[in-house]
């Protein structure tokens, strides 16, 4: 993704209170925003839905149009889209999970409108758009990385000689960020784009996904409020888009 995208992508986000930062990933270059993120903007941007229309009802497939208004300048916006969830097509289950297509559908549909009507279609994808990436998602990552061996080493570890720090994971080398660590590297940081670069990097994804909810929630309100230090707007309701990341 590139510089101007990412900077188009902020902007617009910026208008309804969100930062980049915390929200955003990338999936193979392409830009995926969370599902959460996308209804905190839809009542930012007081959009309002119709009842969902059923195209399709099966046992294991739903296609939902989902239509949606937007209160503007010059009266309403309306942007409409579809929905669809398969089961072993577009829509994995595993194990006994339960499948829910219906509500699948339903959300994919949504989120697609309120792409549309906040100006995001394009630029960036819902992380129920696709199963890879609501897999890709910073915190299920985390959680599911191999845990740390704490049993004693096998023989020929014992025997492989002292490692430098290089092969050392970042919990060995004072390289794992605990939320004092991160809380100061943001307070360290002198530009909008510095926060943004830093709460985006794969290491400190890693770490928000190792903490607490409500810690991790801290960190992001921290690292928001130093945004908002730095010139970013919290909130900006004007009727005009402004550039709010430098």
Do not use: C
């Not at 004092?180 to 002198?190: F, G, H, P, S, V």
Request: no cysteine.
């Amino acid at each position: 993704m590139s510089a101007t995208t990412d900077k188009q992508i902020a902007d617009i986000l910026a208008t309804y209170g969100e930062p980049l930062a915390g929200n955003v990933w990338r999936v193979q270059g392409t830009a995926v925003i969370y599902h959460k993120a996308l209804e905190r903007i839809a009542v930012q941007a007081r959009i309002r839905f119709d009842a969902p229309v059923i195209v399709r009802a099966e046992r294991d497939e739903a296609v939902i149009l989902v239509t949606g208004h937007m209160p503007g300048p010059s009266g309403d916006r309306t942007e409409w889209s579809i929905g669809e969830a398969l089961i072993g097509v577009n829509y994995r289950v595993s194990g006994r999970q339960a499948a829910y297509v219906f509500a699948m559908a339903e959300k994919r549909a949504k989120d697609r409108v309120i792409l549309k009507l906040a100006g995001l279609h394009g630029l960036l994808y819902s992380e129920d758009e696709a199963d890879e990436f609501k897999a890709s998602r910073p915190d299920l990552v985390a959680a599911n990385a191999p845990a740390r061996r704490t049993g004693p080493a096998p023989e020929e570890d014992r025997n492989a000689g002292p490692a430098n720090d290089a092969d050392l994971p970042p919990a060995e080398t004072g390289g794992s960020a605990t939320d004092a660590d991160l809380t100061a590297r943001i307070d360290e940081a002198q530009s909008i784009n510095a926060v943004t670069d830093l709460m985006l990097a794969p290491e400190t994804q890693a770490a928000l996904a190792a903490m607490a909810p409500g810690l991790r929630d801290e960190v992001r309100e921290h690292a928001k409020a130093r945004l908002v230090a730095l010139g970013w707007p919290a909130r900006n309701t004007g009727k005009s888009r402004k550039a709010a990341v430098a």
